[in-house]
């Protein structure tokens, strides 16, 4: 999935934007670490001037005091800045966790077509490395900055020639990381896709072990992981290769920075216009500077790292979510069902392939209906049409008289409940699953719809995706959580799938039952549980091809093929009758 058109230096530009405020303060800290930090190199000089003048004790002593209270605060603001960084991690940590926990809540059903959810959402923990990153760069990237800022001034305070030779080799430094760098964010993002497709290749290994077990070939097995994991060390050697020439230039850029400050600082003082512990002291300046951009040099990877992990975010982050507002469904007395009207509804996945061409439907509050179909007719297709998760490109579909494509979302779905066999539970009990923290829902509701679909435990615990329990289970604790704060319309998509016919039957009967005015929509293949609708809707083609009741039905040929025994049972009734 590819990521929108932000870049990733855009984003993060974004980041620093977020967090200037604790920026700044960081920025103020860590120069003033840096300023106390050449107390040892003025120290230095000013000790090699007075031994070259004779004068041994006093003045040590107070110079040795001197540099210990520079850097006992600068240890004090060391710690600080320790501390904010941390602060700066946990909030990114926490900002990105709510963030995509609620755009993955409202995310367009159109956005994570041809996706894998779960996997997709391991992109999360890119986060981690955004934190560790982020963390290392500002202690030290900003620490190497402001001692080459310093440095550079107090070089050029020291001799002019100096300032200009520090410049220079400041710019070198940045103008050779920067060229041999250029396609470090590149190679960095196609390392960690090679990375996810690993990751991504190994969870499919997990999900299916069984059928691998049963009909797998070992060898397939160690073809595809050797090749998923060949194609991350091309990719892996190749962001390497553009570090390794970043490191190399630095040392050399190092090497003449050393070389030629001895060289000029060495003819300067034959000169007379620096003296032997300016030498000293600027040659110990240069090195502190040195060594801090050689430890953030050797540290470049976790820039392409951070720059790679906001990417990777990104595609979480610019997912489209769905639209907020818009005009909310009529109120309804309780217990009413909802009607549904479809006139001449297209929708296509591809503007080719239409699923839906022209469809006319309609509900009347409390009806029960099935809706029957091949594969591929297009039935899902117009369930998510109702609820909301996808919306007509043509024509007009209304709940209770209002078009769900002006609806307000939150108000249609407080009124929709749809139970499909995509088994959506998660870790934790029976109760906890059906409510969904629904505030409004209380413990009646909750007992009621636990014995309509005979649930005998609802503090028994749930791992997630309901591993531990039967097809069946699970398949009653979404019923459960469907019906629990009384829908206007019930919408099962093949529902009961997994339940014993029995009890499948006697479910059927309560959620039929008349007591309940809400309106039933039925997808199933079963024949006995398409006999009990009062109405069947076949549909084929896109189109609605035959309705009525089954034994009206019957008389299609599209539901003959679909069900040709109970068709006949009902052909048979009715000439009997």
């Not at 609806?407 to 959506?424: K, M, P, Y």
Request: charged share 20%; aromatic share 6%.
């Amino acid at each position: 999935m590819a990521s929108s058109g932000i870049s990733p230096l855009s984003r993060f530009a974004g980041l620093l934007r977020a967090e200037r405020g604790d920026l700044a303060v960081l920025g103020v800290y860590t120069l003033a670490v840096a300023l106390l930090t050449l107390a040892v190199p003025f120290a230095v000089q000013a000790l090699v001037n007075t031994i070259a003048t004779g004068i041994f004790l006093q003045p040590v002593i107070v110079l040795t005091l001197i540099v210990l209270g520079g850097l006992a605060v600068a240890g004090i603001l060391h710690i600080a800045t320790y501390r904010l960084v941390e602060t700066l991690q946990q909030r990114v940590f926490a900002r990105s966790a709510l963030e995509i926990a609620a755009r993955l809540a409202r995310v367009r059903a159109s956005a994570l077509r041809g996706e894998f959810a779960p996997e997709l959402a391991n992109r999360f923990f890119d986060v981690l490395t955004i934190q560790k990153s982020l963390s290392k760069l500002l202690l030290d990237g900003l620490t190497a900055a402001a001692q080459a800022v310093v440095a550079v001034l107090v070089l050029g305070l020291f001799n002019p020639t100096f300032l200009l030779v520090a410049i220079g080799i400041a710019l070198l430094f940045s103008l050779g990381m920067t060229l041999l760098g250029t396609r470090g964010v590149r190679t960095s993002i196609e390392e960690s896709a090679a990375k996810y497709r690993v990751a991504g290749w190994l969870e499919e290994v997990a999900r299916g072990h069984v059928g691998q077990k049963l009909h797998g070939d070992p060898d397939y097995l160690a073809d595809r992981t050797d090749a998923a994991v060949i194609r991350y060390l091309d990719a892996r050697d190749a962001h390497f290769r553009v570090c390794q020439r970043q490191l190399a230039s630095f040392y050399v850029l190092a090497a003449l920075a050393q070389a030629g400050l001895l060289a000029v600082g060495g003819w300067l003082v034959l000169g007379g216009s620096l003296s032997l512990g300016q030498l000293v002291a600027a040659q110990f300046i240069v090195a502190l500077v040195l060594a801090s951009f050689d430890k953030l040099a050797r540290h470049n990877e976790k820039l392409f790292d951070l720059l790679t992990g906001l990417d990777k975010l990104g595609h979480l982050t610019d997912l489209e979510t769905e639209r907020v507002g818009g005009q909310t469904l009529p109120p309804r007395p309780p217990g009413s069902g909802a009607s549904v009207e479809c006139r001449g509804v297209r929708f296509g996945y591809t503007p080719l392939r239409p699923v839906l061409d022209g469809l006319e439907l309609r509900l009347e509050p409390g009806d029960r209906v099935s809706l029957v179909g091949g594969n591929g007719a297009g039935k899902s297709t117009l369930i998510s049409l109702m609820c909301g998760l996808e919306m007509p490109q043509e024509g007009v579909l209304e709940i209770d008289g209002v078009d769900v494509r002006g609806t307000d979302l939150t108000s249609l779905r407080r009124h929709i409940a749809l139970v499909n066999d995509a088994r959506e539970l998660f870790s934790g009990t029976v109760r906890e699953n059906i409510v969904l923290g629904r505030s409004h829902v209380g413990p009646d509701d909750i007992a009621w719809a636990a014995r309509l679909v005979g649930i005998e435990s609802l503090e028994a615990d749930v791992v997630s995706g309901g591993g531990n329990l039967s097809r069946g289970e699970a398949q009653r604790v979404l019923i459960a959580r469907a019906i629990v704060d009384r829908p206007r319309l019930l919408i099962l998509d093949e529902g009961l799938s997994g339940i014993a016919e029995r009890s499948a039957r006697a479910i059927l009967d309560r959620l039929f039952d008349p007591q309940y005015g809400w309106t039933v929509v039925d997808i199933s293949h079963e024949p006995a549980i398409v006999a009990r609708a009062a109405k069947v809707f076949v549909l084929a083609e896109g189109r609605i091809v035959a309705s009525g009741s089954p034994r009206d039905c019957a008389l299609s040929s599209e539901f003959q093929e679909l069900f040709p025994y109970l068709s006949q049972s009902l052909r048979t009734k009715e000439v009997t009758k």
